[in-house]
């Protein structure tokens, strides 16, 4: 099916810092695009383009008042994006928990010579 | 204690995974427990359940590395391995990688950078993959396992990625 295509779309607009900014404010509720735009250093024009960008992912839609037209974020399509990031990065912070005790305990050794194996 | 959701996680441009994570511990250290076998098969055991049979790593530029995991109860084996690009002691080192039954075209390009700041040890890992098909494919292939992502915790590995990095 399209799932790939959209998966693409997805990640091609997560790439973008100011993007990852943007979904990280509507996590915490919807907001207009002035709203949006205060934070950054950023003209309203250049806002507009990224939330296009995370709108054609379907990562954002617009909200029912007509004046606002607030941008909310549509969590589960990111969710389906971010469930596989947040398993591998769970599998790796548990490889680097180990790895975190496994350091302290080589702290406390005394060094071994590097040059033999 | 050390808090579960210090690794940061990001796919920055087409092809690439990167994961960042701070280590108290001198970066000669963690640079050993990337190098010496004995110490790498310790650590480097992906979920509960597994272990690490074989680790063998020829650290000089051409020389190769092989890991082999099994699993504790069914036997289970699966295994990777790559040559070595570049071995900068201890700070840097570029490897190619690739499963075994790998499920995604092409090889990875791994390249783990080691910074040291007051004691404490920043390691970034990226793996480069061939085509951002196979990245996604590596993606897609692990998103049915049902791992449902909490928003909260969503909302903070969202934010914790830098607002202006380098491109």
Not at chain 1, 41 to 57: G, Y
Not at chain 1, 66 to 91: I, N
């Amino acid at each position: 099916m399209q799932a790939t295509h959209r998966l693409d779309s997805v990640f091609a607009a997560l790439a973008d810092p100011t993007r990852r900014a943007i979904l990280a404010r509507l996590a915490s509720g919807e907001a207009s695009v002035t709203e949006l735009a205060e934070p950054f250093a950023m003209s309203q024009p250049a806002i507009s383009k990224h939330l296009k960008v995370l709108e054609r992912a379907g990562l954002v839609s617009r909200g029912r008042d007509a004046q606002r037209r607030p941008r909310r974020l549509e969590a589960k399509r990111l969710g389906e994006a971010t469930k596989w990031l947040e398993r591998y990065r769970r599998l790796w912070e548990g490889n680097y928990q180990r790895l975190d005790a496994l350091l302290d305990e080589l702290k406390t050794k005394p060094q071994t010579p590097g040059d033999d194996r | 204690m050390k808090t579960a959701d210090s690794l940061k996680l990001t796919t920055p441009g087409e092809r690439d995974l990167v994961m960042t994570r701070v280590f108290d511990a001198p970066r000669k250290l963690v640079f050993d427990a990337h190098t010496r076998p004995e110490l790498v098969r310790r650590w480097l055991l992906g979920p509960p359940g597994w272990s690490m049979p074989v680790c063998e790593i020829d650290l000089r530029v051409g020389g190769t590395f092989r890991y082999v995991w099994q699993h504790d109860r069914d036997g289970t084996k699966m295994g990777m391995g790559g040559v070595y690009r570049e071995i900068k002691a201890p700070e840097r080192i570029v490897n190619t990688e690739k499963f075994d039954e790998a499920w995604y075209p092409g090889e990875a390009l791994g390249t783990l950078v080691l910074m040291e700041q007051g004691g404490k040890t920043t390691l970034t890992y990226t793996m480069r993959y061939e085509s951002r098909a196979a990245r996604d494919a590596v993606i897609k292939s692990n998103m049915e396992s049902g791992v449902a992502a909490s928003y909260e915790r969503l909302a903070e590995l969202l934010a914790s990625t830098p607002a202006r990095g380098p491109a």
